[in-house]
């Protein structure tokens, strides 16, 4: 079965707590992505990564970290410098390097909840 | 507004008819995609359009881009309950290397009613 995986599905975090989201992809993609999601709201990008031991901040990445050790993995760490975390994460992947391409594949996502 | 703004932010018809959801953008783009995404879940994608390219088809989904008014048209004809969902549009911006990035919209919620 070729896809995205994230884990856990639901995660809930207290206050001070860093916590880290996963994301693994077989799909041999390139580029990796996560993205976060309020409620009625679009994606915003956090981090991406076009390559391994390589990441770009988005648009929203304070209070968030990342890591790509290996192609097919892309962790998220969620650290306690966030002060709004309560979201829905969105993780995606895609192939680079085609103008004109870059359909993402996105994973089932994780639903984090500060307590 | 921001790249990528959809239009209605809200949908709700009959089972049959047809949905039409717009899409307005700012800057010159690679392409524009169509993501559908059910409660809870994570997205998928529906269709691709090239900014060389005015209209796309697959199944019962037609894409139309107008370049020079940066807006995008997304029609579902013949809806049905499943269709149900929340519809984004995402612009690839032209320029720069191609790392694939997306910015994505608001999107819009369709409910189709059996």
């Known amino acids: 079965d070729g896809g995205i995986t994230q884990s856990p599905k639901y995660l809930f975090r207290k206050e001070g707590q860093n916590v880290t989201l996963s994301c693994e992809q077989n799909?041999?993609?390139?580029?990796m992505y996560w993205y976060r999601q309020d409620p009625g709201q679009g994606l915003r990008l956090i981090y991406y990564?076009?390559?391994?031991?390589?990441?770009q901040k988005g648009d929203i990445a304070e209070g968030y970290s990342v890591s790509r050790e290996k192609k097919e993995s892309f962790p998220l760490t969620v650290t306690s410098a966030q002060k709004n975390p309560t979201a829905f994460y969105l993780c995606a992947s895609s192939i680079v390097g085609i103008p004109g391409r870059g359909t993402q594949y996105f994973g089932p996502g994780t639903r984090l909840t500060v307590l | 507004s921001q790249q990528g703004e959809e239009d209605p932010q809200a949908l709700s018809i009959q089972e049959g008819e047809n949905a039409t959801m717009n899409c307005s953008y700012k800057?010159?783009?690679?392409?524009l995609q169509w993501y559908r995404q059910n409660s809870g879940r994570g997205l998928v994608h529906l269709i691709l359009i090239r900014s060389n390219e005015r209209e796309k088809h697959s199944g019962r989904l037609r894409v139309t881009l107008d370049t020079s008014k940066k807006s995008s048209s997304l029609l579902i004809t013949a809806s049905r309950a499943a269709d149900t969902a929340s519809y984004f549009c995402a612009t690839d911006r032209a320029g720069g290397t191609s790392y694939g990035k997306l910015t994505f919209g608001q999107g819009t919620i369709l409910t189709v009613h059996p």
């Open positions: 799909l041999n993609h390139d580029a």
């Open positions: 800057t010159s783009i690679n392409n």
């Open positions: 990564s076009q390559i391994v031991n390589d990441f």
